[in-house]
């Protein structure tokens, strides 16, 4: 594909200043055999021109000028269009045999370049990426590459222009070690850099990429677009792989300990002869526990939902242990009622935890936007701070400002002694008022229902904040859910969420709950 430029007036390399930049681009004419492949060129595989491309340079030369910068050695290094360059290369070698005349090549030479190489990079990456044919790999090396050598102006300018949040060239290190298949996959499934790079965090979790990539398919077909859909089902993920990193720390612990840990389930045929110490006793009837059983050699654990070690003898009869005596219970519907509902309280628990980021992201673009704050927002902060709610009274008490300053931005001193006021550390004015209001009233919001699990006063029982949200906490989430859909579907309840405000939707017409 041919690169779009102004018109150019072409001249020798003798006759022209070779120095040309991104606002006055000078075409020179050199010789293809001065010019050989940059060390910055962004595409490093396919590398090589096909028939049709030789072909074509070979009948009316090469139409588009090159990019190149100068080199010690007074060749020049091709950095856009090495392909075109090697075309016009071959076609000048077979010029006598074939009876077609030689030709020079039009390039722009970069001489503001020499020594920039971090922007000469981005620069052939943003015309390759451009390009048919370039791998998703190449791409990630080089916008990786580009990124990690710019100074924050330039890094700030190109992380723009290729569509990527601040400090994710960071992260697309990484995302070059996913495999070749799941690059293509991913690339074709639509996401980009940012995406790709925030795939290649998780993708060790069982169906990340295939989870994602639907979310992405979502997104895609909401009216306004967004990424609510792909932040909730990220977040989700990342509680996954923290749950499973949870777990491999239990593990490690254990076998650093050199205790066995028991598996879930036994080969079918075989008998499970574990037996947790709650069940054990001494030959003299005297309880077990961990510490006068750690000496056993059957002295094993299993893990519970949360990771945490549940002390087991792996063999009791073979060790001299009495089990204590009670009837065998017989498993009811009620027992797997339980067991079921055990299950979903853990699922509903991490899925609220885990919401709680991109909500919380989201309220930082609304208070760091430039865009002024919707009035539906501010006057919702105010009518806040005007009832005092009984939690908004509770969290001023506690003096916590982590959540306030990470909303606006702000650095606390890490030091208890070194710490001041926020108000002298947040830039205060008249147009980002009720951007610090909001922020103020969202972290009390988000330490409320920091939790999933509660207290109900009216009924004096624990609840769960997904099960029985309070109006405010309803409000909020709705609040939230409505700005999200007014900016384009940036931000989207999660599934847990959705189901937490259900029971408080207004009702339609129709007397129904409003989706």
């Avoid at 060390?39 to 990019?67: F, M, Y």
């Amino acid at each position: 594909m041919a690169t779009a430029i102004a018109p150019v007036t072409a001249r020798t390399a003798e006759s022209a200043l070779v120095d040309a930049d991104e606002g006055n681009p000078i075409a020179v004419l050199l010789d293809p055999d001065s010019i050989v492949r940059d060390d910055c060129n962004a595409r490093e595989h396919d590398t090589e021109p096909d028939d049709d491309l030789i072909n074509s340079v070979k009948a009316v030369g090469v139409q588009d000028p090159v990019s190149v910068r100068p080199r010690p050695d007074g060749t020049y290094g091709a950095f856009k269009g090495w392909r075109r360059t090697q075309a016009a290369q071959i076609a000048n070698a077979t010029a006598g045999a074939e009876g077609h005349e030689k030709r020079q090549i039009q390039a722009f030479v970069r001489a503001d370049l020499v020594g920039r190489d971090p922007w000469t990079r981005f620069l052939s990456l943003i015309e390759n990426h451009q390009r048919q044919g370039m791998s998703p790999k190449d791409t990630l090396k080089a916008a990786e590459l580009s990124l990690i050598g710019m100074d924050e102006v330039e890094q700030k300018a190109a992380a723009r222009a290729l569509g990527l949040k601040r400090g994710t060239g960071k992260r697309l290190g990484r995302a070059q070690k996913l495999d070749d298949a799941t690059l293509r996959r991913a690339s074709a499934g639509g996401m980009d850099l940012e995406q790709i790079a925030q795939l290649a965090e998780v993708e060790d979790v069982p169906g990340a990429q295939d989870r994602l990539l639907r979310a992405c398919a979502r997104d895609e077909a909401e009216d306004g677009g967004g990424r609510g859909h792909w932040d909730q089902e990220l977040a989700l993920l990342k509680a996954e792989r923290a749950d499973r990193a949870a777990r491999q720390e239990a593990v490690t612990a254990l076998e650093k300990a050199e205790i066995p840990l028991l598996p879930v389930r036994v080969p079918y045929g075989e008998k499970d002869t574990a037996q947790p110490l709650t069940e054990l006793t001494t030959t003299l009837g005297n309880p077990l526990a961990e510490d006068n059983h750690k000496n056993c050699p059957g002295h094993s654990a299993r893990l519970d939902e949360e990771h945490r070690p549940v002390w087991f003898c792996a063999d009791p009869a073979a060790y001299g242990h009495k089990v204590r005596p009670r009837p065998k219970p017989q498993k009811t519907a009620e027992d797997e009622e339980r067991s079921a509902a055990r299950a979903r309280v853990t699922a509903c628990n991490r899925a609220w935890k885990a919401a709680s980021g991109p909500r919380q992201e989201f309220v930082t673009r609304l208070v760091r936007g430039s865009q002024a704050l919707p009035e539906e927002a501010w006057r919702f902060a105010l009518g806040t701070l005007l009832d005092l709610p009984d939690f908004y009274g509770k969290w001023a008490q506690r003096r916590e400002t982590e959540d306030v300053a990470r909303f606006l931005g702000v650095k606390l001193p890490e030091s208890q002694a070194g710490r001041v006021r926020l108000s002298e550390l947040v830039t205060l004015s008249k147009a980002r008022t009720a951007n610090v209001l909001f922020a103020h009233v969202a972290a009390a919001f988000e330490r409320d229902m920091r939790d999933p699990k509660g207290w109900n006063h009216s009924r004096m029982e624990v609840c769960f904040l997904w099960e029985r949200l309070t109006p405010q906490q309803a409000a909020y989430l709705l609040l939230l859910e409505r700005l999200g859909h007014s900016d384009k579907g940036s931000y989207r309840l999660s599934e847990v969420e959705e189901q937490a405000v259900e029971p408080h939707r207004p009702a339609d017409a129709d007397g129904e709950s409003a989706a």
